[in-house]
T-cell receptor, first 115, second 111 residues
Framework: SAVISQKPSRDICQRGTSLTIQCQVDSQVTMMFWYRQQPGQSLTLIATANQGSEATYESGFVIDKFPISRPNLTFSTLTVSNMSPEDSSIYLC????????????FGPGTRLTVL | AQKVTQAQTEISVVEKEDVTLDCVYETRDTTYYLFWYKQPPSGELVFLIRRNSFDEQNEISGRYSWNFQKSTSSFNFTITASQVVDSAVYFCALRFSRLTFGEGTQLTVNP
């Protein structure tokens, strides 16, 4: 399976600031996704990052708050904008490889704390 | 609508005990995929197994085994002879158009 890295692995940020999280894959992948996992909870899909076009957002998530870029088939960024303590979560990117099998593999996650 | 239910929020066992994690799902689709993932305290999500809806064969991988029963819409996961390193949150997930996760089961294996 693809090797996925995320930067930063963790961060502590002040209210009102923004943080950009990077997701890098070691091979070209068709689909990339961004998830949020609030403390003690399950994973919720934020958006599908589409290469060369705007991301597709799930209900409850908007582009102004979570802008996403996907400039190529191996890289994506998620920005958490104008942060509040409610944004404290683990953010995970996942990928589906070309020709694969509907299996999503996940990056190590970015643990964000907003003060 | 898709839904995954993991009724066991927390399970605590002593090392070497066998433990079964339950997963019940709801979907109207006839073609779908079921998954189990492990999330250790470090936070990464580790893929364990994928099953498609047409393959009801049970699977065994070392100490892990999975029982898929379409008739009861269940996809249960058993760890035999549990070890401390098995302590983690385990998620069951269902995929049709998107991946839907259950709420997870926190497994603690005590020495």
């Amino acid at each position: 399976s693809a090797v996925i890295s995320q930067k930063p692995s963790r961060d502590i940020c002040q209210r009102g600031t923004s943080l950009t999280i990077q997701c890098q894959v070691d091979s070209q992948v068709t689909m990339m996704f961004w998830y949020r996992q609030q403390p003690g909870q399950s994973l919720t899909l934020i958006a599908t990052a589409n290469q060369g076009s705007e991301a597709t957002y799930e209900s409850g998530f908007v582009i102004d708050k979570f802008p996403i870029s996907r400039p190529n088939l191996t890289f994506s960024t998620l920005t958490v904008s104008n942060m509040s303590p409610e944004d404290s979560s683990i953010y995970l990117c996942s990928v589906e490889e070309k020709g694969a099998s509907d299996t999503q593999y996940f990056g190590p996650g970015t643990r964000l704390t907003v003060l | 609508a898709q839904k995954v239910t993991q009724a066991q929020t927390e399970i605590s066992v002593v090392e070497k005990e066998d433990v079964t994690l339950d997963c019940v799902y709801e979907t109207r689709d006839t073609t779908y995929y079921l998954f189990w993932y492990k999330q250790p305290p470090s936070g990464e999500l580790v893929f364990l197994i994928r099953r498609n809806s047409f393959d009801e064969q049970n699977e065994i991988s070392g100490r892990y085994s999975w029982n898929f029963q379409k008739s009861t819409s269940s996809f249960n996961f058993t760890i035999t002879a549990s070890q401390v390193v098995d302590s983690a949150v385990y998620f069951c997930a269902l995929r049709f158009s998107r991946l839907t996760f259950g709420e997870g089961t926190q497994l603690t294996v005590n020495p």
